[in-house]
Structures are given as structure tokens and as C-alpha cells.
T-cell receptor, first 113, second 114 residues
Framework: DGGITQSPKYLFRKEGQNVTLSCEQN?????MYWYRQDPGQGLRLIYY???????QKGDIAEGYSVSREKKESFPLTVTSAQKNPTAFYLC????????????FGNGTRLTVT | GENVEQHPSTLSVQEGDSAVIKCTYS??????FPWYKQELGKRPQLIID?????GEKKDQRIAVTLNKTAKHFSLHITETQPEDSAVYFC?????????????FGGGTRLMVKP
């Protein structure tokens, strides 16, 4: 709901496997973002994209990769290089014009064992 | 880059009392300061935001104040209710035509006791 869909809601993976989290938006927003949230902590920016086919690293990009082939989609891959991947992952979007708040998806909880 | 600190980390109040959460930021260029409410296991929801050209904004029981000189901003909730119980996050960003890359504080868990 809210125009941003993240799937799946829960994801379980074995250590050493790459996993891709989906994020789709139908708000016609140019900018999209991935945040990571650990228990009892704030949100930290992983990657962001201001336009199709372009993206920038955030504060904690190591061990993650993204693509932005379509305006509506911004998938996040958690690679085996990410040392502590278990977390709650939130995707968001916004316009790039004027005062635009972030709209968040419902999140994906990833557990790696 | 921007650094946002938020206090307290937990806050317990009696229903009907007021609650105040404070944040400081480091980058004087930041011009946008939103507050998000997050219930357990759910996405953050924007509850109020303030831009650097105003010092205070109010929306019913919620108000936010901004002191640009001191680089701090606060959330005030009056007449608290049990449904106000949640985690609240402050954030700061330089809002321009490149998007809205928010830096978040660590969060405050607010508990309103009936």
C-alpha cells in the first residue's frame, strides 16, 4: 500500500548466498532509496538513485549492490560480502522537485543463518 | 556528512502528559527536518516536518521547533494517548532538486502509560 511495494515481507537465507530484495513504486517518483534498520537503531542509507540508470552509494554500501533499469524498480542485492546482513530493509521514494517527503515501503525482514 | 543525534532513547510518560524529544544536527546546510513515527514491524510514517525558513510548526497535538543557530530541533506531543506509543525518529537533509537523502537519529521509544 502507499504506492511502494516491497517483497517478500520475510526472507531467510543461508550464509554465503546472495539475495535480492524487490522494491516497486507507482508514484512516478524519480528518486528511490534503500535504508537498513537494525534493532533499536535508526535508519542508515545504503544506496540511492536520482534517475534511471544512475545510483550513488550511501553511508553503508559495502556488501550491497543495486540497479535502476526502470523508473518504477530499484532492487537491492545483499551479497555474501556483507558481514552482518540480518536486518530490516526499507525502500523509499520521493520526487526530486520541491519539498518532497520520503514515502516508505513496508519493509523486508532478512534473516541470514 | 550530516550527523543527527537524538535524545532520549526511551521516554515513558503518563497518559495526558506532554512528551518532548530533542535532536541535534551537524551540517548547517541542512534545510529539511522531518519526524517519523514507526510502530513495531511497520514502515516509518511522516507525522510532521519543518523547513529551515520557519521556527515552529504545529499540527493538532504535535509541534516541532527549530533553532538553526544552535542546530537543534524538537518534537512536542501534548495530551499524550496510548496510541502515541511507538518509536519516533528525527531526520535532517539538504533538500534540493537531487532528492531527499535523509540522515536519521537513533530513535526514541515513547511509552504512554494509561
Amino acid at each position: 500500500d502507499g504506492g511502494i511495494t516491497q517483497s517478500p515481507k520475510y526472507l531467510f537465507r543461508k550464509e554465503g548466498q546472495n539475495v535480492t530484495l524487490s522494491c516497486e513504486q507507482n508514484l512516478n517518483h524519480d528518486a528511490m532509496y534503500w535504508y537498513r534498520q537494525d534493532p533499536g537503531q535508526g535508519l542508515r542509507l545504503i544506496y540511492y538513485s536520482q534517475i534511471v540508470n544512475d545510483f550513488q552509494k550511501g553511508d553503508i554500501a559495502e556488501g550491497y549492490s543495486v540497479s535502476r533499469e526502470k523508473k518504477e524498480s530499484f532492487p537491492l542485492t545483499v551479497t555474501s560480502a556483507q558481514k552482518n546482513p540480518t536486518a530490516f530493509y526499507l525502500c523509499a521514494s520521493s520526487t526530486t522537485m520541491g519539498w518532497s517527503p520520503l514515502h516508505f515501503g513496508n519493509g523486508t525482514r532478512l534473516t541470514v543463518t | 556528512g550530516e550527523n543527527v543525534e537524538q535524545h532520549p532513547s526511551t521516554l515513558s510518560v503518563q497518559e495526558g502528559d506532554s512528551a518532548v524529544i530533542k535532536c541535534t544536527y551537524s551540517d548547517s546546510a541542512s534545510n529539511y527536518f522531518p519526524w517519523y513515527k514507526q510502530e513495531l514491524g511497520k514502515r516509518p510514517q511522516l507525522i510532521i516536518d519543518i523547513r529551515s525558513n520557519v521556527g515552529e510548526k504545529k499540527d493538532q497535538r504535535i509541534a516541532v521547533t527549530l533553532n538553526k543557530t544552535a542546530k537543534h530541533f524538537s518534537l512536542h506531543i501534548t495530551e499524550t494517548q496510548p496510541e502515541d506509543s511507538a518509536v519516533y525518529f528525527c531526520a535532517a537533509s539538504l533538500l534540493n532538486n537531487a532528492g531527499n537523502m535523509l540522515t536519521f537519529g537513533g530513535g526514541t521509544r515513547l511509552m504512554v502509560k494509561p
